[in-house]
């Protein structure tokens, strides 16, 4: 033991550091087309988002897609507008990818293109089984229940950028507006919710966080910011939006604004008609939705592999949430009330049970395809991003 002690120490092999990991295990099928080469040209493609920053590609943070005012700047290396304007970073041949963590309007280059066509086919030849697709849709609540109860209200984070992107929030929360009750459906742990609050100078404003999971609801509730309020201004409850009841004491035509953030697309396509019927009803004359969801071809509904895939455009992820992906007219006929076959009057083919009752049809306001992309310098990435947004009003009479 004593010579075995004394014995000078050996040499150890010096082992090298490993670059960071560039994706994700669930990733790795995307390798070549999501990794960007050191010397690579900039060309134009499409919108991204770095996949372990934001849960489900659900952005805390972004550039709105609302159209620049001004005019852009002539030799403008740093892709600014003066005053700064949002939408305005355009990727144009010659640009370095990585002076910018993000573009704007970005389109997808041809290789992307090809492999989102493939992807899907690989999906929907690798399906979900038939009792697995019975198992996720009859309760889909219970699902987003075992969400929260595993991920608490820490996995999404708060939406700041709200009052940047649908203007009307900053005005129904101004001092001096006067009564307005917002909705907002699918509340999660309250990540919409509180920011709006914390940022509210009404004091007649009425804000309804509602979501059809009950430990969504129960985060709402034993957060210090709800149960500190001296005037409630927010009120949370469980109510499913594709039921057949209305939320807890609101009446019809009693809402001035409904919130679907990120909301619409947990829904599958048979409770769609049934959703915006509640929310029709729900909302005054001139009353308005604001809308964001998912788009076709996004990175989050592209990464999907096999055994994923409940339906066309729609998905079950490995918690058992389900997710669906938009096109910009497939949303404007669920919204205008017009059928996917002919683009008619939804009435004129329905023969649910729900044919007695017209369906809704919303004034669309302004709906647009907002497409990003983002890079990461340091794992050299690139994420293309598709995400739908609009507003829809009921109409004045």
Request: net charge negative; glycine share 6%; charged share 30%.
């Amino acid at each position: 033991m004593a010579e075995a002690n004394d014995a000078a120490p050996m040499d150890l092999p010096i082992r090298e550091k490993q670059p960071k990991q560039q994706l994700t295990k669930g990733m790795e099928h995307m390798r070549s087309y999501v990794t960007i080469q050191d010397n690579a040209a900039a060309t134009p493609a499409k919108d991204t988002t770095d996949p372990g920053s934001d849960a489900y590609g659900v952005p805390a943070t972004y550039a709105p897609i609302r159209q620049p005012t001004s005019a852009p700047i002539q030799n403008n290396p740093e892709k600014r507008s003066d005053p700064f304007q949002f939408g305005t970073r355009y990727l144009e041949q010659g640009d370095d990818i990585f002076s910018h963590n993000a573009w704007d309007h970005v389109e997808v280059d041809p290789q992307y293109s090809d492999f989102i066509v493939e992807q899907t086919e690989f999906q929907r030849s690798n399906q979900v089984s038939d009792f697995d697709k019975q198992r996720f849709n009859s309760q889909p609540e219970k699902w987003w229940d075992k969400f929260y109860s595993n991920n608490a209200a820490n996995f999404f984070k708060d939406r700041k950028w709200l009052g940047q992107e649908f203007p009307v929030l900053g005005e129904v929360t101004r001092e001096g507006y006067g009564p307005v009750t917002v909705l907002e459906v699918g509340a999660g742990a309250g990540n919409t919710a509180f920011p709006i609050l914390a940022t509210n100078e009404n004091p007649e404003l009425r804000l309804r966080a509602c979501d059809y999971s009950k430990k969504a609801i129960e985060i709402i509730r034993a957060q210090e910011a709800y149960t500190a309020q001296e005037s409630p201004a927010l009120q949370a409850d469980v109510w499913d939006v594709a039921g057949e009841e209305l939320p807890p004491g609101l009446e019809p035509g009693s809402v001035d604004v409904v919130l679907m953030i990120f909301i619409f697309s947990a829904l599958s396509p048979d409770q769609w008609k049934r959703a915006v019927r509640n929310t029709f009803t729900l909302l005054k004359p001139g009353g308005e939705v604001l809308f964001r969801d998912y788009g076709r071809g996004d990175l989050a509904q592209v990464r999907f592999k096999k055994g994923r895939y409940l339906d066309e455009n729609f998905y079950v992820r490995g918690d058992g949430t389900r997710v669906y992906f938009f096109e910009e007219e497939e949303l404007r006929r669920i919204w205008e009330g017009r059928s996917a076959e002919d683009g008619e009057d939804a009435n004129a083919d329905d023969e649910s049970e729900d044919k007695k009752e017209a369906a809704p049809k919303f004034e669309i306001v302004n709906l647009a395809v907002d497409r990003r992309m983002l890079v990461n310098r340091q794992r050299k990435l690139k994420m293309y991003r598709c995400w739908m947004q609009g507003r829809f009003r009921k109409p004045p009479t």
